[in-house]
Nanobody
Framework: QVQLVESGGGLVQPGGSLTLSCAASGRTVSRYTMGWFRQAPGKEREFVAGINMSGGSTDYADSVKGRFTVSRDNAKNTLALQMNSLKPEDTAAYYC?????????????????WGQGTQVTVSS
């Protein structure tokens, strides 16, 4: 079992930056591919970014490429999402998740552990 807890969400102005963190407990997350997803009201949960077990491979949704950076620290059992140049359309609840895969996957159903989410609101 892996327990995931996100933090770092909040209200930020358009063009601003925010860093989300995900702390894991239980099994070490070094055994899992990790991902960030988001869900806005009335919309389906969507893939944002993912990183493989070693941290050597990442993938991003087209909508966040060049603005968001995913990273992990296996020694500290943490995952992070650095978000720059935020836009109002980035407003959503953000979730971290863990998958039993060797490569980054973008389908939510492939992820077996989920955090409770942290809200990000981009507004002036």
């Amino acid at each position: 079992q892996v327990q995931l807890v996100e933090s770092g969400g909040g209200l930020v102005q358009p063009g601003g930056s925010l860093t989300l963190s995900c702390a894991a407990s239980g099994r070490t997350v070094s055994r899992y591919t990790m991902g960030w997803f988001r869900q806005a009201p009335g919309k389906e949960r969507e893939f944002v970014a993912g990183i493989n077990m070693s941290g050597g491979s990442t993938d991003y949704a087209d909508s966040v490429k060049g603005r968001f950076t995913v990273s992990r620290d296996n020694a500290k059992n943490t995952l992070a999402l650095q978000m720059n140049s935020l836009k109002p359309e980035d407003t959503a609840a953000y979730y971290c998740a863990a998958a039993n895969t060797l490569v980054v996957v973008t389908t939510a159903t492939r992820y077996v552990y989920w955090g409770q989410g942290t809200q990000v609101t981009v507004s002036s």
